[in-house]
T-cell receptor, first 113, second 115 residues
Framework: SQKIEQNSEALNIQEGKTATLTCNYTNYSPAYLQWYRQDPGRGPVFLLLIRENEKEKRKERLKVTFDTTLKQSLFHITASQPADSATYLCALDLTGGGNKLTFGTGTQLKVEL | EAQVTQNPRYLITVTGKKLTVTCSQNMNHEYMSWYRQDPGLGLRQIYYSMNVEVTDKGDVPEGYKVSRKEKRNFPLILESPSPNQTSLYFC??????????????FGPGTRLTVL
């Protein structure tokens, strides 16, 4: 069966450290992989997209890697801040059309002072 | 301001009483979707639309209907709600233009409780 797995346990890190979140998938061949941030009671907000032929993508303090052999994406936040505390969702775009995404359940990140 | 709006934001209803959740976007996006979010299950797509009068089932379409008569609006209809449709619902839109990130813009959510 097809599965997307994100660590369901909350990740607690200290301010200033790098947070690394994992998204593993099985039995999918996504064209794109996206990462979203979701704050409590609010809709997800798009952060980054990485294509199947890209290994790494960066945006300010964010970095995403995509290993289609391992079927894994890693999401890094460097120099983390308490304001980065949120739930982070990965989503697979199987068609590349952007209209049909399959989401993981998300990992909650808490950045402590 | 570019946004997706949903109404109502909160709704408590009873089993079998038809309801509609409205969704509107002001970004001229072709694609629109409805998701439900449940603890431990994440976001699951209910229906999506690629343009006016073009809709298709997502992963969990049972018990829901949609329509896309105008590009900006994509209402979600529950003809006979049941308690297992108690959930947090999100509408989203995205552009199909080449070169875009295909990012989805989400609405603020509608928390529905069916008693």
């Amino acid at each position: 069966s097809q599965k997307i797995e994100q660590n369901s346990e909350a990740l607690n890190i200290q301010e200033g450290k790098t947070a690394t979140l994992t998204c593993n998938y099985t039995n999918y061949s996504p064209a794109y992989l996206q990462w979203y941030r979701q704050d409590p009671g609010r809709g997800p907000v798009f952060l980054l997209l990485i294509r199947e032929n890209e290994k790494e993508k960066r945006k300010e303090r964010l970095k995403v890697t995509f290993d289609t052999t391992l079927k894994q994406s890693l999401f890094h936040i460097t120099a983390s801040q308490p304001a980065d505390s949120a739930t982070y969702l990965c989503a697979l775009d199987l068609t590349g059309g952007g209209n049909k995404l399959t989401f993981g359940t998300g990992t909650q990140l808490k950045v402590e002072l | 301001e570019a946004q997706v709006t949903q109404n109502p934001r909160y709704l408590i209803t009873v089993t079998g009483k038809k309801l509609t959740v409205t969704c509107s976007q002001n970004m001229n996006h072709e694609y629109m979707s409805w998701y439900r979010q449940d603890p431990g299950l994440g976001l699951r797509q209910i229906y999506y639309s690629m343009n006016v009068e073009v809709t298709d089932k997502g992963d969990v379409p049972e018990g829901y209907k949609v329509s896309r008569k105008e590009k900006r609006n994509f209402p979600l209809i529950l003809e006979s709600p049941s308690p297992n449709q108690t959930s947090l619902y999100f509408c989203a839109s995205s552009s199909r233009l080449a070169g875009r990130n295909n990012e989805q813009f989400f609405g603020p959510g509608t928390r529905l409780t069916v008693l």
